[in-house]
C-alpha cells in the first residue's frame, strides 16, 4: 500500500499538494538595493498604473488537471534619464482578495532598472484568475514603464513559459 501511494505521488504529485501558506516577505530595498535609488525630492506630477493578469495555476485536459506555475512579475523603468516611483504593487487572487502588498513604502528605480516578485510554485493562492496593480509616478514627462508577468511550470516531461503583459489601468466610457 505504501508503495503504491509513493508510486502515486510520483507520478501526479499535483493531486497530493495542498494550499500554500504565505510566503516570506519579499524585502525590495534589499533583494534589488542596486536597482533603486534615493526618492526624488520634486514633486511626483505624472502617476500611472497597470493591470497584470497573472495565472498562478491553469486548468488543463478538460478541466480534469491542474497545472500550477511560478510566476515573476517584472516592473522596468524603460527612461534612459528618470527615476520611476514604484508606489505599490498589490497581488491579487481569482476573486478579487488582496493576497499580498509587497511595498511598505514607495520606492524609486534607476533609469533602466527592473524589480521583480517572485510568486514560486506551490503559492496558488492566486488561482487561475491572479492578477497585480502596480501604481507608479515620476517628477516629469517619463517613458512609460514595461510591466509583464512571466508564468513558468510543467507536468511530468511537458513544460510551459507564457509572458502577459501589463495594460495601462485607464478610465473609459462617457465623459
Not at 534589499?30 to 495565472?55: H, I, K, R
Request: contains cysteine; glycine residues 8%; aromatic residues 8%.
Amino acid at each position: 500500500m505504501q508503495a503504491a501511494l509513493a508510486t502515486a505521488m510520483l507520478l501526479c504529485p499535483l493531486a497530493f499538494a495542498g494550499q500554500a501558506s504565505a510566503q516570506p516577505k519579499v524585502n525590495l530595498e534589499q533583494t534589488f538595493a542596486d536597482s533603486l535609488q534615493a526618492m526624488p525630492n520634486e514633486q511626483l506630477a505624472v502617476t500611472g498604473g497597470f493591470y497584470v493578469p497573472a495565472y498562478s495555476s491553469v486548468a488543463m485536459s478538460q478541466g480534469r488537471l491542474r497545472v500550477d506555475f511560478s510566476v515573476t512579475l517584472s516592473v522596468h523603468n524603460a527612461s534612459e534619464t528618470q527615476a520611476l516611483v514604484v508606489r505599490r504593487i498589490a497581488y491579487f487572487d481569482t476573486a478579487g482578495k488582496q493576497v499580498e502588498s509587497y511595498l511598505k513604502a514607495p520606492v524609486a528605480v534607476k533609469p533602466l532598472a527592473t524589480i521583480s516578485i517572485f510568486i514560486p510554485t506551490d503559492d496558488v493562492r492566486g488561482g487561475t484568475g491572479a492578477n497585480f496593480i502596480v501604481d507608479w509616478a515620476a517628477t516629469g514627462e517619463i517613458a512609460e514603464p514595461a510591466v509583464e508577468a512571466l508564468m513558468v511550470g510543467g507536468v511530468a516531461n511537458a513544460h510551459y513559459a507564457f509572458i502577459s503583459q501589463g495594460r495601462p489601468t485607464r478610465t473609459v466610457g462617457k465623459k
